[in-house]
């Protein structure tokens, strides 16, 4: 099995990950070799259980792929200052070179990136391009916090709302949680 097959199977099969969204960029043609082809995956992540601090997203990060299956070519970690948390990612390279004749090769390249984010709301919000993929305030990210535990208490979701007190309930455990009223 090929690299980005045994990745893709291992992102499938992790009980602790929720595969949001695969993407394929399409194949890209080398102009100075003729024979030269670049695909591109994205994987877009979250942890099923939500992971909203630099050093719990670095752990979930670090889990995403067995070592079986080799170190990413290249990562960037998480990262924070004092107002914001700044996204990581691995990278992995899959050559593969497929002789066409005695003369010509045909090199095919396949890029394949992984985009972990704290939870499948957030990663949803990115697509959409509702927050940006590379950072975001930390005051930002307790809201998704907030929603995904309250959405993860409840035995619904999304919570099925049948009167004007549990929306005006759930709305004051979003804006104030935790009896901060």
Do not use: W
Not at 116 to 125: I, L, N, Q, T, V
């Amino acid at each position: 099995m090929s690299k980005l097959s045994n990745i893709e199977q291992s992102l499938k099969t992790n009980p602790k990950v929720r595969l949001v969204q695969k993407a394929l960029d399409g194949f890209y043609s080398d102009l100075n070799h003729e024979f030269s082809q670049t695909r591109v995956v994205h994987y877009v992540v979250a942890p099923k259980k939500g992971a909203y601090t630099k050093e719990s997203l670095q752990k979930f990060m670090g889990e995403l792929v067995p070592k079986e299956i080799g170190r990413a070519y290249s990562k960037k970690d998480f990262s924070e200052d004092d107002s914001c948390l700044k996204f990581g990612y691995l990278y992995f390279r899959e050559e593969d070179v497929e002789e066409i004749t005695d003369n010509f090769t045909k090199n095919k390249l396949t890029e394949i990136i992984i985009y972990p984010f704290p939870s499948k709301a957030f990663a949803e919000d990115v697509l959409k391009k509702k927050v940006a993929p590379t950072s975001v305030k930390k005051e930002v990210l307790n809201n998704y916090k907030s929603f995904h535990r309250l959405f993860n208490s409840r035995k619904s979701y999304p919570p099925k709302i049948t009167n004007e007190y549990e929306f005006l309930s759930m709305l004051s455990q979003i804006l104030f949680p935790e009896g901060k009223r």
